[in-house]
Structure formats: structure tokens, C-alpha cells
T-cell receptor, first 114, second 114 residues
């Protein structure tokens, strides 16, 4: 079965500084990886995905993610954090073995401090 | 249109009530999902419909009953719920079973069982 880990429950960063939210995965076969963001009392918003090709994936709102096959990681990054980026971030993998369901990591709460 | 619309946004119901949650999408997606999300936790899969047929039921109690009347609509019928069923219920859709496609989520229904 596929699984996703997000080693940090909470990430704090000052506004204007670069941010990284970490994600590692375990899959059988090719990984299909996704990042979602959730604001309080809202649904999940899609940020970006890795399917194949370039290891650096660009997404919405200035976010990007770096796929590293040897380290089985898919870290989310942004060069300059905004206070409005404060939210809950989920890494997810598409489960090929079980109805192609989306399997989510536990989530990382990002706080950007002014 | 990349919207998944869920109604109602909030629902308070007693343990003897019967209510329904509704979800609608017009993106032509043939896979639709129900997830349950507790506070500060990742979404947990409940049901998956593929081409209007139930393809996954994650051992959800029978007090939750899904229905897919057509390719655009997904309902979740609720009956005799327990207080521990209080949660955010998220509907999502994606392009059938293509692994490289993301899921689009609705804003969720905040359910409180009293």
C-alpha cells in the first residue's frame, strides 16, 4: 500500500523568508504525488502535482515542489512566504493498488509570522 | 468551472434525525468521493463512486448511506448518527480513474450531532 509521511506537525517561518514543508512517500511503482492546502473550515485546494518529467514542479500561488526519487521526497517550497500562506498543508499520493484513492499525509500546519 | 458544490455548509442534527448531504460537480468527472475529516487530521476516505457505481466502501457504518443519482450528483444520507460522527464531510471529484489527475474538493459540510 502507498503511504505518505510529513515529519513536521508545525512549521514556523517569518514573512519574506523561504519556506519548506517536507513530505516523504512510499509507493510501489511510479509515484503520483500531490500537494493540497486547507484554510480553516474550508475544503482542500489543489496546489500542484508530480506525475513525470521535471523534478521541479511549479504550482499555484508561487508554490513549487521538488521531487527526489532517491530520497523518496516531495518537499513543498516557496521563495518568499506570505502571512496569508498560513494554513494546513497535506501531501498526498494516488494509491494504484486500492481504487486509485488519494492517500493523505497527516498534515503540516504552516504559520508565517509578520 | 472547477467547482465542487456542497450543501448545506453547516448541519446540526439530533441522533434520531434523518438528513442528507449533497454534492454537485459539472466538470464531467466520473469519479466522486466522500471523505470524513476530524479537526487537525487528514481526510479519511468513506466512499468512492466510479461511473455512478460504488467502487469502494471503507467499512463505513450503515448509518451513512451514499447515493449517486447521476454523474454530476452525489448524496450522503444520514440516519441515527452518534456524537462522534461530528466532523467536516468533504466531497471530491476527479477524472474517472486516471492516475495523473488531481481531485477537486468542495468546501465541506460541518456536521454536528447532538
Amino acid at each position: 500500500a502507498q503511504s505518505v509521511a510529513q515529519p513536521e506537525d508545525q512549521v514556523n517561518v517569518a514573512e519574506g523568508n523561504p519556506l519548506t514543508v517536507k513530505c516523504t512517500y512510499s509507493v510501489s511503482g511510479n509515484p503520483y504525488l500531490f500537494w493540497y492546502v486547507q484554510y480553516p473550515n474550508r475544503g482542500l485546494q489543489f496546489l500542484l502535482k508530480y506525475i513525470t518529467g521535471d523534478n521541479l514542479v511549479k504550482g499555484s500561488y508561487g508554490f513549487e515542489a521538488e521531487f527526489n526519487k532517491s530520497q523518496t521526497s516531495f518537499h513543498l517550497k516557496k521563495p518568499s512566504a506570505l502571512v496569508s500562506d498560513s494554513a494546513l498543508y497535506f501531501c498526498a499520493v494516488r494509491d494504484m493498488d486500492y481504487g486509485q484513492n488519494f492517500v493523505f499525509g497527516p498534515g503540516t500546519r504552516l504559520s508565517v509570522l509578520p | 468551472d472547477t467547482e465542487v458544490t456542497q450543501t448545506p455548509k453547516h448541519l446540526v442534527m439530533g441522533m434520531t434525525n434523518k438528513k442528507s448531504l449533497k454534492c454537485e460537480q459539472h466538470m464531467g468527472h466520473r469519479a466522486m468521493y466522500w471523505y470524513k475529516q476530524k479537526a487537525k487530521k487528514p481526510p479519511e476516505l468513506m466512499f468512492v463512486y466510479s461511473y455512478e457505481k460504488l467502487s469502494i466502501n471503507e467499512s463505513v457504518p450503515s448509518r451513512f448511506s451514499p447515493e449517486c443519482p447521476n454523474s454530476s450528483l452525489l448524496n450522503l444520507h444520514l440516519h441515527a448518527l452518534q456524537p462522534e460522527d461530528s466532523a467536516l464531510y468533504l466531497c471530491a471529484s476527479s477524472q474517472e480513474s486516471r492516475m495523473n489527475t488531481e481531485a477537486f474538493f468542495g468546501q465541506g459540510t460541518r456536521l454536528t450531532v447532538v
